[in-house]
């Protein structure tokens, strides 16, 4: 092997596990986050929104969660989902994060806020049972926001802080720092996906023109505008089916 292809098996390998710890510290950060956030925080909202509305006890929601009954059964079942949703949430944000700008404070504010509106958007509609029974549907909605919302702001809080180099995931023995990679084992066919897009942007980046065209100052700005484009969508589809349920 010359020595020009080892110094480039040994960039790529170095390349690798470092990004192989980021995934593993934002994987650790919005496992535990869904958990607690989208599930726990998830099963506290329905709790409240139960007792709120005494007479909805028994209903199947659109979920398939039946109204007013606390079971093991569905309580594990919604941790799972909060889980799952926790790892769409990272494979999500790994592909984005580099496109925050401004100070932290606005990074975690848009962070937050514009997740809250996107599943806002997807969750509320008038024509089901979660919103449209309820007393006052603003309640349910300011709830179901507020869940992906305060995921994601603390995701990126809490990632950051454990991606770093000082962070855990930067300094711990390589084996025991990926093995929060097996929690993907369930949504296999994500990881893949992510080590394609990986793959695919360092392979581009080694070359001159790609690396010209990766660098370009535009090229973030019209990502920027496609989710400032997708972010006035859900905007105008939430507040229209807001409207309705009122």
């Given at each position: 092997m010359t020595a020009l292809a080892a110094t480039t098996r040994d960039r790529w390998q170095a390349s690798a596990e470092e990004a192989a710890r980021r995934l593993a510290g934002m994987t650790t950060a919005g496992a535990?986050?869904?958990?607690?956030?989208?599930?726990?925080?998830?099963?506290?909202?329905?709790?409240?929104?139960?007792?709120l509305n005494p007479h909805l006890t028994g209903l199947t929601s659109d979920d398939g969660f039946t109204m007013g009954q606390f079971t093991v059964a569905n309580t594990l079942q919604l941790l799972g989902t909060g889980l799952q949703f926790g790892l769409l949430g990272v494979a999500v944000y790994a592909v984005l994060r580099a496109l925050m700008?401004?100070?932290?404070?606005?990074?975690?504010l848009t962070i937050g806020g514009g997740p809250a509106i996107v599943v806002g958007a997807v969750i509320v509609h008038?024509?089901?049972?979660?919103?449209?029974?309820?007393?006052?549907?603003?309640?349910?909605?300011?709830?179901?926001?507020?869940i992906p919302g305060v995921y994601a702001a603390l995701l990126t809080v809490l990632a950051?802080?454990?991606?770093?180099?000082?962070?855990?995931?930067?300094?711990?023995?390589?084996?025991p720092a990926l093995l929060p990679l097996?929690?993907?084992?369930?949504l296999a066919p994500v990881l893949p996906v992510l080590g394609l897009l990986w793959l695919a942007r360092q392979?581009?980046?080694?070359?001159?023109?790609?690396?010209?065209?990766?660098?370009?100052?535009s090229l973030p700005w019209i990502a920027r505008l496609g989710l400032i484009a997708i972010f006035v969508v859900a905007v105008v589809d939430l507040v229209r089916d807001a409207s309705a349920l009122m």
């Open positions: 535990l986050l869904g958990v607690v956030v989208g599930g726990v925080g998830g099963r506290l909202a329905m709790l409240l929104l139960a007792r700008i401004g100070p932290r404070w606005f990074q975690v008038p024509d089901g049972l979660d919103f449209t029974l309820l007393g006052s549907p603003w309640l349910g909605i300011a709830l179901f926001m507020a950051e802080r454990w991606i770093c180099p000082e962070g855990w995931f930067g300094r711990a023995p390589l084996a097996a929690l993907w084992l369930p392979a581009v980046w080694r070359l001159p023109a790609g690396a010209a065209v990766l660098a370009h100052p």
